[in-house]
């Protein structure tokens, strides 16, 4: 039934006659092809409606009723046909309507245009399949050139999120109050507790021991943050993601020592740390984890999104109340650690994107198989610490160290084929992918080096080239990203989609005028799927009616 019944310029025009006062509502193009074909095959009745068909085509398209008069008979009988088309269309239109709000809503503003050129394009699509084609099919325009459906989807993206950046506005200067309000509130706690700032004990149990390693976290998130976000990057959105990241990975690493005092007090790696040291009470501890841990996730869900804000607090419940206590249960707690320290950048790229997609899991692969020789190498090395606390870890039952350095030459090998991959996905250029190979090459050395020899020295150098591995990794992928000239090349089809657009508007409402002059200015000039159709969106031709 929708075949075939919206034509590019399917403008509704409803004629009345003036002597007969007949409405005979018309389609410009696609609903006279169809009437006409229709009346083909159904008698003379239908010729003679086909005749006032191609007559009253005719009318519109010049715009006055021509040379040839019109025979009233055959012009009923073709009203009497057209008249369903016309329902179908107005059906049509509806449901195209409809489709297009729920396909903006997802995509952004500025898509409305392009999705109606191409809905219109196709001319016999049905509208709810016009989504589900946009995201899968190449998207031809007037120009004749095809463009990529993802690269438009993205720009609009990057749109909708623009505006939904304004409207948050107001709530963000509440959020801010609240923000420093809280803060307050902790501090003074935290004074009122151990006569102590908070700052000291953020200092003392955040940054004694993890500075790097949080840095590193925020670095990924950071970096996940910039490569969901094509080119416009929202930096007050960066700063955000990353502080909420912090402040959740604060939370869960205290959380973490918490439950580890015992533990790390009886290892040399970890026994000077704050809380087993004695300079940090639990309660301050605790204090401070649950203020960064509800501040940051705030922050993110109201900054940022739900979806980062909830990935956020779901890695810091399996960070803190999963991992850590299967450390002292199970080996596997190495890989479940991995899936930690993976999140952070899919947060980020979560938190510019609003969703979770493929290309957004290539920072979070690389971190996942960096990790395992990372934190092999730093189990193989402190193997008499890790026992001393009472940890399982993998390399404690494997006392020749072979099936460990297997585990990390493995997963070094695994980060070869990311490089390629960043490429194929269209996240970088080719230069990243001679980087990353000879970097994940670089790091495979001191892998086979280390399950050849399975010395200190080698699990030592294998540490260190993973400490160098993931900057320069991320580094290489910020460098060499790719998505300005493709946001260039969009904006400008944008620019051209608005023009002709606007030209079309222009032509329709001087054809509008025309007739509105011919008819006195008198009539009903739109019918309601129009009024629901124009103001929601901007580019969308709406049915005009004239009434001679
Ligand atoms: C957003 C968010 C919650 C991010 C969390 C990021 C984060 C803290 C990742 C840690 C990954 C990890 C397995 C660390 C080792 O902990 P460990 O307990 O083995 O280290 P330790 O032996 O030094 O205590």
Redesign the pocket.
């Known amino acids: 039934m929708w075949r075939n019944s919206v034509g590019f310029s399917s403008k509704l025009l409803t004629s009345k006659s003036s002597s007969s006062n007949l409405r005979v509502p018309l389609l410009y193009h696609g609903v006279v092809s169809r009437s006409t074909s229709t009346a083909a095959g159904s008698g003379s009745e239908s010729t003679e409606a086909a005749a006032g068909s191609v007559k009253l085509t005719e009318w519109v398209r010049t715009g006055s009723p021509g040379s040839s008069a019109l025979n009233l008979s055959s012009f009923t009988a073709a009203s009497v046909l057209k008249g369903r088309d016309v329902v179908d269309l107005a059906k049509h239109y509806g449901r195209c309507y409809s489709e297009l709000s729920k396909a903006r809503l997802r995509l952004g503003n500025n898509l409305d245009g392009i999705l109606l050129l191409y809905l219109f394009e196709k001319r016999d699509i049905h509208p709810i399949k016009c989504r589900y084609n946009l995201s899968v099919a190449h998207v031809s325009m007037f120009d004749g050139q095809v463009y990529q459906a993802p690269a438009l989807v993205r720009y609009s993206r990057l749109l909708g999120r623009l505006v939904e950046v304004r409207k948050k506005e107001l709530r963000y200067s509440k959020f801010q109050i609240l923000l420093v309000f809280g803060l307050l509130g902790v501090e003074l706690l935290a004074i009122k507790l151990q006569n102590m700032s908070l700052l000291c004990i953020f200092a003392a149990s955040f940054f004694s021991?993890?500075t790097v390693?949080?840095m590193l976290?925020v670095a990924t998130?950071g970096t996940g943050y910039i490569l969901g976000s094509g080119s416009a990057i929202d930096y007050m959105g960066l700063c955000c993601t990353c502080a909420g990241?912090m402040m959740?990975?604060a939370?869960?690493?205290t959380l973490?020592?918490v439950f580890?005092v015992k533990n790390?007090a009886m290892?040399n790696?970890?026994k000077k740390r704050p809380l087993p040291s004695g300079r940090i009470s639990i309660p301050h501890a605790v204090t401070w984890a649950s203020s960064t841990g509800i501040l940051?996730s705030a922050l993110l869900a109201s900054k940022a999104n739900m979806l980062a804000a909830g990935?956020?607090v779901s890695?810091?419940v399996?960070?803190a109340f999963i991992?850590?206590p299967l450390?002292q249960i199970h080996p596997i707690?190495?890989w479940?650690?991995?899936i930690?320290?993976a999140?952070?950048p899919l947060?980020g790229w979560a938190a510019a994107s609003g969703q979770v997609s493929l290309n957004g899991m290539l920072l979070p692969a690389a971190l996942y198989f960096w990790?395992l020789p990372h934190?092999m190498a730093l189990a193989y090395l402190c193997r008499k610490d890790y026992a001393d606390g009472g940890?399982r870890m993998f390399s404690l039952a494997d006392a020749s160290g072979q099936r460990t350095a297997a585990v990390a030459l493995r997963n070094c090998l695994y980060l070869l084929p990311l490089g390629y991959l960043a490429y194929d996905w269209g996240l970088t250029s080719g230069w990243f992918c001679l980087e990353s190979t000879l970097l994940a090459l670089a790091i495979s050395g001191t892998a086979i080096s280390f399950y050849l020899n399975r010395t200190t020295k080698d699990a030592r150098r294998m540490f260190h080239a993973s400490l160098l591995y993931l900057p320069v990794f991320m580094s290489g992928l910020l460098i060499h990203r790719v998505t300005e000239s493709e946001q260039q090349m969009t904006i400008e089809n944008t620019n051209k989609i608005v023009e002709i657009s606007s030209s079309l508007e222009t032509t329709e409402e001087t054809r509008e005028e025309k007739r509105m002059k011919q008819s006195g200015g008198n009539g009903q000039r739109r019918p309601p799927v129009a009024y629901a159709s124009v103001a929601p969106f901007p580019f969308l031709p709406a049915p005009s009616y004239a009434t001679p």
């Open positions: 021991n993890y390693f949080s976290v998130s990241t959740v990975a939370s869960a690493s973490n020592q580890e790390d290892m790696r970890t940051g990935l956020g890695n810091l399996l960070y991992y850590t450390k707690n190495t479940v650690g991995a930690v320290g999140i952070p947060l990790q934190f940890f």
